[in-house]
Nanobody, 126 residues
Framework: QVQLVESGGGSVQAGGSLRLACVSS????????MGWFRQTPGKEREGVAV???????TYADSVKGRFTVSRDNAKNTLYLQMTDLKPDDTAMYYC????????????????????WGQGTQVTVSS
């Protein structure tokens, strides 16, 4: 059974930093592209950052230069280092796996991903 558990969210002031983690189990995560997505009430889920099997990263324009996605396959863990946080970054953050194993996804489009975690809330105040 695929399970994704996010952690690391919290409340910070603008300009602050947070590091999110996503621990996966029930499947071989090293065989999948992995990604971070976020959603606010009333809005569609949007892509934030993706890392593929080769470690190539893709970011949404809104977070380029501020967020860094990484993975530790030995620990089955995906990370998202967030710096210079802005109030617009406030959202529930989710991790997810690419639809197909052994496939390099280099897009932040949510429709290319599946198996969502329960999310971790990030709140940035001005």
């Amino acid at each position: 059974q695929v399970q994704l558990v996010e952690s690391g969210g919290g409340s910070v002031q603008a300009g602050g930093s947070l590091r999110l983690a996503c621990v996966s189990s029930g499947f071989t995560s090293s065989l999948y592209s992995m990604g971070w997505f976020r959603q606010t009430p009333g809005k569609e889920r949007e892509g934030v950052a993706v890392i593929d099997l080769a470690g190539v990263t893709t970011y949404a324009d809104s977070v380029k230069g501020r967020f860094t996605v990484s993975r530790d396959n030995a620990k089955n863990t995906l990370y998202l280092q967030m710096t210079d946080l802005k109030p617009d970054d406030t959202a529930m953050y989710y991790c997810s796996t690419g639809l197909q194993p052994r496939t390099n996804y280099r897009t932040v489009l949510p429709q290319h991903f599946a198996n969502w975690g329960q999310g971790t809330q990030v709140t940035v105040s001005s």
